[in-house]
C-alpha cells in the first residue's frame, strides 16, 4: 500500500474525536420522530447475497444484484429531512474484488472534512482529511470502521430487506432515466410498513440501478403513522461512476499502528 503525504499528527487526533463523535451522533440520533439506523456493522461488500428466486422480475434481479456486492467506484450526493439528524454531503463507495472503501465529505464548518473507512487486504484503516491536515490509523477490525460504515447503514440495508420475504412491498416499474452518465432502470417501491428500526410507518422508495446492480439513485420517503412527526426524507443520487483500481485503495498517510 502506497502512501501520498504525511499527516499533521498534532491535529490529526483532535479531529477524529470530533468526526468520530458527529459521525456517531448522526447515525444514532432521531430528530422529531426521524429515522434511526441499526448499530450494526453493515457489510458493503454483500457477503450473504440474498437467494433470487426462479421467477423474480427485473426489480428483484437487480436489487440482488447489488446486494451481493458490484465492484466500482461510485460517488453521491447526499441530502435529507429529518432523517434523524443526517448531514448532507457526499459519500463515495469503491469495491473491488473484497476490498472496501467508503469516504463521507461534509462542510460543517466551512471547508471540506473527509472521513475514510479502508477494508484492505492487509489491514483496516480510518483516514481523516482537511486542508490542515491528514491521518491515518490502523485498525485492530472492521468494527473500528463502523464510524463511517454505519452512517449509510439506511441506503445499504433497504435492497436486501425487501428481498428477505418478510418484508411486503409493491414494485412498480418507471420509465428509464439517465444517471452519472449510466442508463438507470428505475422502479417505485411501496412498503407497508418500516424497513429498520424506528417509529411505525409507511414508506415510499424510488430505487434506478445500472445493468450491473450498481445503485444509482435512492430517495426514500417515510410517512410516519403519528401525523405530529413531519415525513423522513433521504436523496441519494450518483454524480460519477466508474472502476475501482487497486490505487485507490493506497492510504493517504502513513498510518499509526493500533492500539493495545
Not at 450526493?77 to 467508503?102: C, K, M, V
Amino acid at each position: 500500500m502506497k502512501f501520498l503525504m504525511r499527516p499533521n499528527q498534532s491535529f490529526a487526533p483532535f479531529l477524529r474525536a470530533l468526526l468520530i463523535a458527529a459521525l456517531a451522533i448522526t447515525a444514532l440520533s432521531a430528530c422529531n420522530g426521524g429515522d434511526d439506523s441499526d448499530d450494526e456493522t453493515p457489510t458493503p461488500s454483500g457477503s450473504t447475497a440474498p437467494t433470487l428466486k426462479p421467477d423474480a422480475g427485473e426489480f428483484e434481479q437487480l436489487a440482488t444484484k447489488y446486494s451481493a456486492g458490484v465492484d466500482g467506484r461510485v460517488t453521491y450526493s447526499i441530502d435529507s429531512e429529518n432523517f434523524g439528524i443526517h448531514p448532507q454531503g457526499t459519500w463515495a463507495t469503491y469495491r473491488l474484488n473484497g476490498e472496501i472503501r467508503e469516504d463521507w465529505t461534509q462542510d460543517a464548518n466551512g471547508y471540506d472534512e473527509k472521513s475514510v473507512a479502508i477494508i484492505a487486504e492487509d489491514g483496516f484503516f480510518f483516514c481523516s482529511q482537511t486542508p490542515f491536515s491528514v491521518s491515518c490509523n490502523e485498525q485492530p477490525s472492521a468494527q473500528e470502521l463502523e464510524v463511517v460504515l454505519v452512517v449509510f447503514t439506511t441506503v445499504k440495508d433497504l435492497p436486501p430487506a425487501l428481498l428477505d420475504g418478510m418484508t411486503e412491498y409493491t414494485s412498480v416499474q418507471l420509465a428509464d432515466e439517465t444517471i452519472a452518465g449510466e442508463t438507470a432502470n428505475c422502479f417505485d417501491i411501496a412498503v407497508d410498513g418500516r424497513i429498520g428500526a424506528g417509529p411505525p410507518g409507511t414508506e415510499q422508495v424510488k430505487l434506478c440501478y445500472g445493468e450491473d446492480g450498481t445503485l444509482l439513485k435512492m430517495e426514500r420517503r417515510v410517512i410516519f403513522s403519528d401525523p405530529t412527526f413531519e415525513d423522513a426524507v433521504l436523496n441519494v443520487i450518483a454524480q460519477e461512476t466508474g472502476e475501482a483500481l487497486e490505487t485507490d485503495f493506497d492510504l493517504p498517510a502513513s498510518p499509526t499502528q493500533p492500539q493495545g
